[in-house]
């Protein structure tokens, strides 16, 4: 569907078998913003609409940041002018007083929990799921964990409208927007999923073995130079960095839980040279491994002592 034929879709009335919906009152929504926890942020609307056929709406603007999790089904969006489609497995974020269009697919309609978002954080954390309005929509790798959040929003908003109730919910919504943050995966501008978190799900499962720059890249399906240039900007470290790091935290925990010798603990992740493991594991921890694990149980001692 065309952006101009998104444009002429009657808006309905809410009404979808099984719907549910909360809306605080304006008047509710200003005595929040300047509640202490609240005024941080604050869930202003909150609904589930399953197989929502002929839902849509249009606005040129909103207040708050709009954020619509897909469960089944599909839709599409038009935002600043240009069309998005949305897919099962997807979340829509639409920043606060973007122009926007949106409707359910005509023939496959889709089941969405939804949230409009404010406040003085309301801003910088909807940015960290690196959500624009260029690349607005997210695959995200639990869709299930969103929905159960939103749905753990909508419950306590059923309750009722105490600032009691909305203090939770916008701990609630907190908690969702870093969940998107941290599952969500970009589409690039082919409409292809972002491979990062697949790459760095592929680290974690061969975090023993000895992965190369290229190999990596070529799992991405990029060039060495790109890849290693994206992978940074996701992570904030380079490609081997971030395998020494990921290796030197299992090698923590280990030392942390285990009474294995620091041989086999090196091994474990990938070291064959014992001595190469001690120089990395100090030049991030600042102690070797063995003052490291003999500093942990001195004060676990000194701690029992006092019990």
Do not use: K, N
Request: charged share 25%.
């Amino acid at each position: 569907m065309s952006a101009s034929e998104l444009d002429e879709v009657a808006q309905v009335p809410d009404g979808f078998p099984g719907q549910r919906l909360r809306v605080l009152p304006r008047p509710l929504v200003a005595e929040a913003l300047r509640a202490p926890v609240t005024r941080h942020l604050l869930v202003t609307d909150v609904g589930y609409f399953p197989r929502a056929r002929h839902h849509g709406r249009s606005r040129r603007s909103c207040p708050e940041h709009i954020l619509i999790v897909c469960t089944s089904g599909a839709g599409e969006c038009v935002l600043e002018g240009t069309r998005h489609e949305v897919r099962a497995g997807e979340v829509l974020v639409i920043p606060a007083g973007a122009a926007h269009r949106y409707r359910a697919d005509p023939d496959d309609p889709w089941t969405i929990w939804w949230v409009h978002l404010t406040g003085r954080e309301a801003d910088d954390l909807v940015a960290g799921t690196r959500a624009t309005i260029e690349a607005p929509v997210f695959r995200l790798a639990e869709v299930t964990r969103a929905a159960s959040l939103v749905d753990s929003i909508l419950r306590r908003m059923e309750t009722d409208e105490t600032m009691t109730s909305l203090s939770a919910a916008s701990g609630l919504g907190w908690a969702l927007v870093t969940a998107l943050a941290a599952d969500g995966r970009p589409r690039h501008g082919s409409g292809r999923v972002d491979p990062i978190p697949e790459v760095v799900a592929h680290i974690r499962d061969h975090v023993s073995e000895h992965l190369s720059v290229p190999d990596l890249a070529a799992l991405a399906g990029w060039s060495t130079s790109h890849f290693s240039a994206v992978f940074r900007r996701a992570t904030g470290y380079g490609v081997l960095e971030y395998q020494t790091r990921l290796r030197m935290s299992i090698a923590r925990t280990l030392l942390d839980t285990t009474d294995r010798t620091i041989a086999s603990i090196a091994a474990e992740v990938g070291y064959a040279d014992g001595l190469y493991f001690s120089r990395q594991f100090r030049r991030i921890h600042q102690v070797s491994p063995s003052q490291y694990r003999s500093r942990d149980r001195s004060v676990t001692e000194t701690r029992r002592r006092a019990d």
